[in-house]
């Protein structure tokens, strides 16, 4: 959908010329100040730009008398609503009179028209609809061109009738083609970048304007074809050889119908962007030279020797106007042509300035959370004086206050009552009697009231326990919120960190990997680095397509070469359709890998367990492995562990540190229910990069580790989850070698032989005896085992899971990953 553009053309290229002008200003350049100060903001600022389009649209005619751009002009300028709206027609009418009376008297008859077909739609419609705009010039079009023809001819041929058809036709297409172009050159472009329609479209608008200079001429130079050549020039240094032959043609076609005699200039327009655009990189040198080599080339073919002297002239003028122009303008005109580098620029600004106000938006939630969290952290505890003044302030409220001894006691004695009264109270707390008769028999000597006053103080301690105990509840559910709270701040917060990571600073070491991928004869189209740091190496390469599986066999071993560590191959992405290009992505392979098995067996050979296992990937490299025993046995049992592995498994890979996940999971399954309701946990965290291996042992039974012949015991005194609503959770770390064995299992397992009384040396003699290093084989043999140990009877819910650890040997990595390369590791430290 067209929107209306509305508002003057000083605000968009005033804009524009503030930016060239800051780039001059940084360059000293002179000659650009000068044409910044004259045209870009005299000529923008008086509105000059629209007149001068409306003279010379005026002035354009094609095919010897047809004049199709005036009244598209007419329409465009009357939809945008612009305040000058009428300086700009009488403009078009003024550049008409320039060639002849009847053609202002035509282009004046054809503004009438449309005038009076518009007023007409708007007595019908209030508003005004642009898709009625294309077929309002068509129709003002061809009633202009009939009226004009009736009033020069006596009589109305057929032909007449068809070549008004034709003008409005043309007409009406040129209105959709400026109703994208013509805003370009008042409304302020909010865009980053322009569409190739919207390109192609204002190229030819372009076009149309040049067509009003024909004739034109100064000391024997052709106004036309310098322009013309001009225009070529610079679109072929902005967007290259393809923008650049594009606009050639378009514009030599313009110029061909305007005359005939121009029309080799569509080859030699066309020819120029093309070897311009291959030129680009040599600068505004390359592009001139491919200008002059074309009008070489052409110029013999289109006008002979006689006329090559002023094609090679009109072709310098248009070179000499290239010179001055400065370099801030075809780099602001590159920035809106897809493909350019000055586009990805702005693309990767734009990226950029999203990605920091996400980044600040995750941050401001990151600090809300914590915020959060410190507001329903437990509050410090009162002083321990401050609650005994409170609570003796009570029971004197309901003794002393009436009792003639109160001065006696709390101004004479106060010391003395104080210290009676509060070692009264902790001899009855948690429902005690008093049983302490030399305390009772000093409290009766000093108090008139005792036994009143020791029944007070019971009554009141009673209160104060069980307030207390809901306070204490309170707190913990408070605090529970509150890790919860600062667990998703710091989620957030590392989300954040990892966002704000600088992708753009990677580019030489992009070029490093191009050459060196290009250089084995591979045609690589793109390399991006997301990250390189070791370890987490992720980067991304485009390539024609992935026959005979080139990205496993070379780019691979090649990247693991160049960076020093082993690269794999994470995933491809290919298109089916044929010359389509694949994409692959590249991160550092895992040191390790790990190959698990095992085996389960219900109560007494049923189909429900109570145990529970889960194996996953919690991302950034780390493999959980755990076990989950739920208390009893049956349907409940088995629900417990299953939530526990369930809530377990989505907590750690939503970022959240172990620890405070498995505090978390323990206050919620004590907080959810008045029931006791318990489970075991048993949590190995495995590092793929390294080794080191993290376990976390809720009331669960001993781990094992088979290295060689020898076996070690893991064992840690956590009470279950559930039964306690605050505990502090027992960590033990372990480094894993290639070739480890890790068995883990339920109490189902390690309780069964009943008459193995050290049943520790007794597993430990049964997995050093296993002659496989199979995980499934192990887990079998070893469930087997224990079962036949209790004659055959399975009198509990049994569960055993094993993990072989071993090194990851990526496919088809025959180049190994040795020392980085010397020219890449220059480029990291930036020499």
Known sequence: MIQRFDGSAAGSIDSFATAVRQSGRRRGAGAAKVFQVIFLKVFVRTDLIFLATGFLLGRAIILSSLSPFVIPFFATVFWLKRKKRWPASIAAVAGALTVSAGQAFYALLALITFLGLRQMILLFSKKEPQKWLPP??????????????????????????????????????????????????????????LKNEEIVCFVILLSSVLTGTMGWSVMGVSVDHVLSRYAVLLFALSGGAAIGSTVGVVIGLMLGMASVSSLYQMSLLAFAGVLGGLLKESGKAGVSVGLLISTLLIGLYGGGYSHISSAILDSLSAVALFMLTPKAVTGRMAAFIPGTKEYQKEQQQYVRKLRDVTVSRVEQFSSLFQTLSNSFSPPSREKETLEEDLFLSKVTAKTCQTCFKKKHCWIKNFDQTHRLMLQIREETREGRKLENHALRREWKEHCKKAEKTIEAISSEQIYAEEKARMKRKVEESRKLVADQLRGVSQVMGDF????????????????????????????????????????????????????????????????????????????????????????????????????????????????????????????????????????????????????????????????????????????????????????????????????????????????????????????????????????????????????????????????????????????????????????????????????????????????????????????????????????????????
Request: hydrophobic content about 45%.
């Open 136 to 193: 309002l010039v068509f129709a003002a079009g061809f009633l202009a061109r009939i009226v004009y023809q009736s009033a020069f001819s006596l009589s109305l041929v057929w032909t007449d009738v068809m070549t008004a058809a034709a003008e409005a036709s043309l007409s009406f297409l040129l209105t959709l083609i400026f109703m994208q172009s013509v805003p370009l050159l008042s409304a302020k472009i909010n865009r980053k970048w």
């Open 496 to 831: 954040a960190t990892e966002m704000r990571r600088e992708r753009g600073l990677h580019d030489r070491q992009e070029e490093i990997i191009l050459a060196k991928l290009n250089g084995m004869g591979l045609q690589v189209e793109n390399v991006e680095i997301y990250n390189l740091e070791s370890g987490a190496i992720d980067i991304e390469v485009t390539l024609p397509s992935d026959h005979y599986g080139v990205c496993e066999k070379v780019i691979a071993p090649l990247l693991s070469d160049i960076l020093g560590e082993t690269i794999q191959v994470e995933r491809k992405q290919t298109v089916d359709l044929p010359g389509s290009p694949s994409q692959a992505v590249f991160t550092s392979a895992k040191t390790f890998e790990i190959e698990t098995g095992a085996a389960t067996a219900a109560l007494g050979g049923g189909l429900v367990s109570g145990d529970n296992y889960s194996l996953f990937d919690i991302g950034s490299g780390k493999y959980a492995l755990a076990i989950s025993d739920g208390m009893g046995n049956g349907e409940r049992a088995n629900m417990e562990s299953k939530d526990t592995l369930q809530l377990l498994s989505k907590v750690l890979k939503s970022g959240i540190h172990e620890t405070l996940a498995i505090k978390s999971i323990n206050s919620i399954l004590s907080l959810r229910s008045t029931e006791e309701i318990f489970a075991t946990l048993d949590l190995a965290l495995i590092d793929l990069q390294n080794g080191k291996s993290r376990f976390l042992k809720i009331g669960s039974n001993p781990s094992f580790i088979k290295r060689g012949n020898r076996v070690k015991m893991l064992d840690a005194g956590n009470l279950p989850i559930g039964m306690i609503e605050n505990f502090e959770v027992e960590v033990m770390t372990e480094q894993l070698k290639s070739g480890d064995l890790l068995i883990m299992m339920s109490d189902g397992i390690f309780d069964a032989p009943k008459q193995v009384e050290n049943k520790e040396a007794w597993m430990k003699r049964k997995i050093k005896e296993l002659q496989t290093d199979d995980p499934q084989a192990v887990a079998d043999l070893l469930l087997e085992e224990v079962i036949r140990m209790g004659g055959g009877r399975i009198e509990d819910d049994m569960t055993v899971i094993v993990a072989r650890i071993k090194h990851h040997l990526p496919k088809w990595s025959s180049i190994s990953a040795g020392v980085k390369d010397w020219e890449f590791r220059k480029a990291e430290n930036g020499t």
